[in-house]
């Protein structure tokens, strides 16, 4: 059931227009489910047209199975970043996520620039006792697309809980925003409890309230700061979306929070069964862990911070990105010297979404690491790349031409991306040569975003140029084709000069061209040009090097990084893990964010693509003295 479509308010700062989504999902793979979800979300944004979308908890799993937890930065965040960066509003939805060491309901909040706010639910409820842990944080944090509003993020038990609503009470949180999931025993077939909670909590905070339920508990209810109920999904409604428009300001609570522990009356049979069960589940968590009998634990481990700055999800408080183990499913001739590659997950599962602009790294033998765009579609479950053989490199290219058949396994990392497609309504983009292979992707992109885009696309002849032809014929009012041998080089002056007035630039290709297209928009301060590198930059830094402290925000050590030497190097010689790969300032693995100090940037990733103040520590240096690093 969908509610009548309504007008994008005017002022976004102050009425927003929100949609809650009540997907039926079913016990099959995650995978599957999360397809089941983004249908739902995008009809919704269809109809809606809301600054806010609203997803339950757990959208990959219709209750326990036993083995959906995923690392917190897999395929459900990133189907949450994908789609609050094509559909341009702020997406929310939990998932049973692996942070460290164990497994936690986490509720994520994802704003269009790639920012994420992260929430692990502070009590596990029925089954999910035994696969969980309970999570510590306060669930407030303040989103930027709304000029830093206050939101309190709430899943399953926490609705009601006389301390979620005091908390978020005391916080003055402007909005609460959350999910229920398919088995949050004891509200699951409790209709007539979980029906009023939004509303009560609402009334308790001062604040408009979303709350998403799967179909199987229904409940899904947007109410206002009054408790009014503005739009409601019952479980008879099934499968479905509803919208309506809330004013976002100062919270006016109402009600006093009750005593006690919970807010509504569960019934004494119930709170004493709940005990139990709590203090049973946790202690067979434990076991569990300890023996290893939980699957996530094959995986690497991974987190990420409770706040992420745009840029994607990259722990910048050090650490690496779990390597995955890769085949190669298929290989063909792309173009002269080019080959395209596919890879899949080698236990036969589906690898993350990712975003156009993306880039893995390829974890070669001899401990070569290298990165490669990828290029095909974001949402097959499997990463497309392209290789130009380059017989005087530095030996990636060539050992993948010689040695990557069908069949062969690797390990990769990723995907990172800080070259994603903004929001501007107008990309030009200009790709020299095999930097294609990002500008594919976002062309296609860009065409689903129906945005005006244009290509300008130049190569060494027609016949080394990848996906020339099928980029042509997609639109070849929009496409030109520049080969070297007919038409000479790119008119890269005359592009720059004649773009139109909102034009944003993505350029991929050799260090020569993006020096020029720098050079060019030397005086330009609107941030248009985005670069993407395979290269480091070709003009030297001309500052003098000197020594530099670095303090460790979690710890407070300090060390000295001398004029000869890297932060990165003295870093791990400090045993601080912190990711590299290309070592040269271009991949973005490195990167790791500042708390204070004023970081002298070395890098050839630049301002647009460098997440949030990090800065890549493989090359760059201060220009303080000292450092304090999130790390
Ligand atoms: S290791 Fe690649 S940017 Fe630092």
């Known amino acids: 059931m969908a509610a009548t479509a309504s007008r994008r308010p005017n002022v976004r700062a102050v009425l927003t227009r929100i949609a809650a989504v009540q997907p039926r999902l079913h016990q099959a793979a995650v995978e599957t489910n999360l397809a089941l979800v983004e249908d739902l979300v995008r009809d919704a944004h269809r109809v809606h047209a809301p600054d806010l979308i609203v997803l339950p908890a757990e959208i990959g799993a219709a209750r326990d199975s036993g083995?959906?937890?995923r690392p917190v930065d897999g395929a459900?965040?990133?189907?949450?970043?994908?789609?609050?960066?094509e559909l341009q509003c702020v997406v929310a939805g939990g998932a049973s996520a692996v942070r460290g060491r164990d497994?936690?309901?986490?509720?994520?909040?994802?704003?269009?620039?790639?920012?994420?706010h992260l929430h692990d639910k502070n009590t596990a409820s029925g089954r999910e006792q035994f696969r969980l842990r309970s999570g510590s944080d306060d669930g407030l944090t303040a989103v930027v697309a709304?000029?830093?509003?206050?939101?309190?993020?709430?899943?399953?038990?926490?609705?009601?809980?006389?301390?979620t609503a005091a908390r978020l009470r005391a916080a003055a949180a402007g909005l609460v925003v959350g999910g229920q999931a398919g088995d949050t025993w004891p509200?699951?077939?409790?209709?007539?409890?979980?029906?009023?909670?939004?509303?009560l909590m609402a009334r308790q905070v001062g604040a408009p309230v979303v709350m998403a339920a799967h179909s199987s508990v229904g409940g899904t209810q947007i109410c206002d700061r009054d408790g009014t109920v503005l739009a409601r999904l019952d479980r008879a409604d099934g499968e479905g979306h509803v919208s309506a428009t809330v004013r976002l300001g100062p919270s006016e609570p109402i009600d006093r929070p009750r005593g006690g522990t919970w807010t509504v009356d569960l019934g004494r049979a119930t709170v004493s069964a709940l005990r139990t069960l709590t203090a049973v589940g946790a202690t067979t968590y434990r076991l569990r862990r300890t023996t290893r009998r939980f699957a996530w634990q094959d995986c690497p481990a991974t987190d990420l911070p409770d706040e992420l700055g745009p840029g994607g999800p990259r722990p910048h408080r050090g650490g690496s990105l779990p390597a995955r183990e890769v085949v190669v499913t298929a290989r063909r001739a792309l173009a002269d010297g080019v080959v395209g590659l596919t890879f899949s997950a080698a236990d036969g599962g589906l690898l993350p979404v990712w975003a156009a602009g993306a880039h893995i790294d390829l974890l070669l033998p001899n401990d070569l690491i290298r990165q490669y765009s990828l290029c095909g579609e974001p949402t097959s479950g499997r990463f497309d790349i392209a290789v130009l053989d380059v017989p005087g490199g530095r030996g990636g290219s060539r050992w993948i031409h010689q040695n990557l058949m069908p069949g062969e396994r690797l390990q990769v990392r990723g995907p990172r991306n800080h070259f994603a497609l903004s929001a501007g309504s107008q990309p030009v983009f200009l790709a020299g040569g095999i930097g294609i292979t990002p500008i594919r992707a976002m062309v296609h992109e860009a065409r689903a975003r129906g945005l005006d885009w244009r290509l300008i696309y130049g190569g060494r002849t027609h016949s080394a140029m990848a996906f020339v032809d099928e980029l042509r014929a997609l639109d070849p009012q929009r496409v030109r084709v520049v080969p070297l041998d007919v038409d000479g080089l790119l008119d890269l002056d005359g592009t720059v000069a004649n773009l139109p007035g909102r034009a944003e630039v993505f350029a991929c290709g050799p260090a020569g061209m993006l020096e020029v297209l720098e050079k060019l928009f030397a005086e330009d301060t609107t941030g248009r040009l985005h670069l993407e590198r395979f290269e480091p930059r070709l003009s030297p830094v001309d500052r003098?090097?000197?020594?530099?402290t670095i303090t460790l925000a979690s710890?407070?050590?300090q060390m000295v990084v001398p004029a000869h030497r890297r932060a990165l190097d003295v870093l791990r010689e400090a045993g601080v893990p912190v990711d590299s790969a290309c070592r040269a300032g271009v991949c973005g693995s490195c990167a790791v964010r500042v708390l204070d100090g004023t970081p002298d940037h070395r890098d050839s990733i630049g301002e647009s693509g460098r997440p949030e103040n990090a800065m890549m520590v493989c090359v760059s240096r201060s220009l303080t003295p000292d450092l304090t690093l999130e790390v």
């Open 67 to 69: 083995a959906q937890a």
């Open 76 to 85: 459900p965040l990133a189907l949450l970043r994908q789609l609050a960066a």
């Open 103 to 116: 497994a936690y309901a986490t509720y994520f909040l994802v704003e269009p620039d790639g920012r994420i």
């Open 146 to 163: 709304w000029h830093r509003a206050r939101v309190g993020l709430v899943s399953g038990l926490e609705w009601a809980q006389v301390r």
């Open 187 to 199: 509200l699951a077939d409790r209709a007539d409890l979980t029906g009023r909670l939004p509303g």
């Open 544 to 548: 003098v090097d000197a020594d530099f």
């Open 555 to 557: 710890s407070g050590r």
